[in-house]
């Protein structure tokens, strides 16, 4: 079964320090994995995706498929980082379907 | 440019009435998809329209559940004898094409129709 685990519902880190978002994966083909953010009173909106690997907002995010794994990773976490994270899952028939993990909600303290 | 648009962001309905939730997508969009999303929960897939057609409703929980889209623009998910059950809020995203394209999927939210059902 395809399935985006996201172990942590909650992250509260200290300004500039470095951020981690945990993101685990069951799927059987060649998976197309994305993060996307929301941030408060704001819409769903894409911030990167493993095909493009770049760098957004100081976010970085690898494809582990050896531990179906796809963190988020941010070395200095900013205030304005403050927000819910969700790792999403291309569907398998296609790359429409997104499959999502429940969301961490990242806090960042100043 | 204007994004995705949702009506009502906020919806109140008594058990077994009838809802319809308006999306309208990005102009030019060509795909668009309905998902749901319950309190601490991810999105959840409902129907991926390519034009007019439902490529895909294999998300759709029930029969009560069914979505239009006549035009290849607007669409409407409306929702039979609702159940409290189907609380929850209900987004919209619209891809500029199918799956085909390096960036051609990239999905666009609108801001969610909360639905509460009493």
């Known amino acids: 079964a395809q399935r985006v685990t996201q172990p942590e519902k909650l992250l509260s880190v200290f300004k500039g320090a470095p951020v981690e978002l945990k993101c685990n994966y069951s799927?059987?083909?060649?998976?197309?994995l994305f993060w996307y953010v929301q941030y408060s009173r704001q819409r769903l909106q894409l911030l990167l995706r493993?095909?493009?690997?770049?760098s957004i907002k100081g976010f970085t995010a690898d494809l582990n498929k050896g531990e179906t794994s796809f963190h988020l990773k941010k070395p200095f976490a900013q205030e304005e980082d403050s927000a819910m994270y969700y790792c999403?899952?291309?569907?398998?028939?296609?790359?429409?379907?997104?499959?999502w993990g429940a969301g961490t909600k990242l806090i960042i303290k100043p | 440019g204007a994004g995705v648009s949702q009506t009502p962001s906020n919806k109140v309905t008594e058990k077994g009435k009838y809802v319809e939730l308006r999306c309208d997508p990005i102009?030019?969009?060509?795909?668009l998809y309905w998902y749901r999303q319950s309190l601490g929960q991810g999105p959840e897939f409902l129907i991926y329209?390519?034009?007019?057609?439902?490529?895909?409703d294999s998300g759709l929980p029930n029969d009560r559940f069914f979505a239009v889209r006549p035009e290849g623009s607007v669409s409407t998910l409306k929702i039979q004898r609702t159940e409290r059950g189907d609380s929850a809020v209900y987004l919209c995203?619209?891809?500029?094409?199918?799956?085909?394209?390096?960036?051609?999927?990239?999905?666009?939210f609108g801001p969610g129709t909360r639905l509460t059902v009493t």
């Open positions: 995203a619209s891809s500029l094409q199918g799956p085909t394209g390096a960036n051609s999927y990239e999905q666009y």
């Open positions: 493993h095909i493009s690997r770049e």
């Open positions: 999403a899952l291309s569907g398998q028939r296609s790359n429409y379907q997104l499959i």
């Open positions: 799927y059987s083909g060649s998976p197309e």
């Open positions: 102009s030019g969009h060509t795909a």
């Open positions: 329209f390519q034009g007019t057609g439902a490529a895909d």
